[in-house]
């Protein structure tokens, strides 16, 4: 507390529903962690408050802005870092993506207690490994890179440009989880995809997941969305299938008119371009990791009140 009546502090406050301390399990052992060891951990302090099934907590936005302009600005005059920071995301989705598949092929009703305590604590690092560059990266970027991007066509052409033009070229061009998600099943919908609903359902399981465990995505869930798409017209399910297959293109085009129209130089926006489109990936990529996570955790807690005299809503604030 003396931190927050010491210095007047300008806090940012988040509040979430429906999220218990195990849902954020792999988050809270880095509040212990030191900030040194870890590069892209920004949490020189945070409040934390859980009440109910709500969640909130705090941060020092001053703090925030000038660790992630740093950051950014790294980003965007090193391209040997943002490598780096592009491949610490793709290659931890990668390695959860195979972790979470053979800890799902593994039955916790079978497992001995000592083992799903194990599958527990390899989960927990799972996602603190994620946390340790994703957390703060992911969102403070979404906090700020309006902020520097605005900063920086200041910077170029001035106020000339309109606040409609600005949203346009803010919008990402690589596609969403979402939007993939729903490319497939339009084309499982009109036959053009030969896929194994069991491999659509391992890709996309966690895409409907909210954070309390709930929504997990199912082969008959997947089978109803599909049954629900069938109701539309062919006609309509193949425009609809053609604006997400055309979207990129389309913003690329619009990136083009735009930087052309006032005159920016396209050697210098294209970085920014480059890491919006990047992060719009990674943001994807931490909520995957996460979700995933929370699945198999869910799934022992589940397990644990059948073996001991323990409430399942008790283990959630445990």
Request: hydrophobic share 40%; charged share 30%; proline share 2%.
């Amino acid at each position: 507390m003396s931190m927050l009546t010491n210095k007047k502090r300008n806090l940012r406050v988040y509040e979430r529903d429906h999220i218990y301390p195990q849902s954020i399990s792999y988050y809270l052992p880095l509040m212990r962690e030191n900030v040194e060891e870890h590069k892209y951990t920004a949490k020189f302090w945070e409040v934390i408050v859980f009440k109910d099934d709500f969640f909130w907590w705090a941060r020092d936005t001053a703090y925030l802005e000038k660790a992630f302009r740093g950051w950014f600005d790294t980003w965007l005059n090193n391209e040997e870092e943002l490598d780096k920071i592009s491949g610490l995301y793709e290659k931890n989705v990668q390695n959860m993506r195979d972790y979470y598949r053979r800890a799902k092929s593994q039955k916790v009703i079978e497992m001995k207690n000592f083992e799903l305590l194990k599958v527990y604590q390899q989960t927990l690092q799972c996602g603190l490994n994620n946390m340790y560059f994703a957390e703060y990266t992911s969102d403070l970027f979404d906090d700020y890179f309006a902020l520097l991007f605005r900063e920086f066509l200041n910077k170029e052409i001035g106020d000339k440009i309109s606040s409609e033009d600005i949203l346009t070229l803010r919008q990402p061009a690589s596609p969403t989880a979402v939007s993939d998600f729903r490319k497939e099943l339009i084309l499982i919908s009109l036959g053009k995809a030969e896929v194994e609903l069991e491999i659509f359902l391992d890709k996309f399981s966690w895409i409907q997941m909210s954070w309390d465990g709930t929504n997990e995505l199912t082969l008959e869930k997947i089978n109803q969305e599909i049954e629900n798409l069938n109701r539309n017209k062919v006609n309509s399910r193949e425009q609809e299938l053609d604006s997400l297959l055309n979207r990129q293109a389309v913003i690329f085009s619009q990136r083009k008119k735009l930087v052309d129209k006032y005159k920016i130089k396209p050697e210098e926006i294209s970085k920014y371009f480059l890491i919006l489109d990047k992060f719009n990936l990674y943001h994807d990529f931490r909520k995957e990791v996460q979700m995933k996570c929370n699945q198999i955790i869910y799934q022992i807690l589940r397990e644990i009140p059948k073996r001991f005299n323990l409430k399942y809503a008790d283990l959630m604030f445990y």
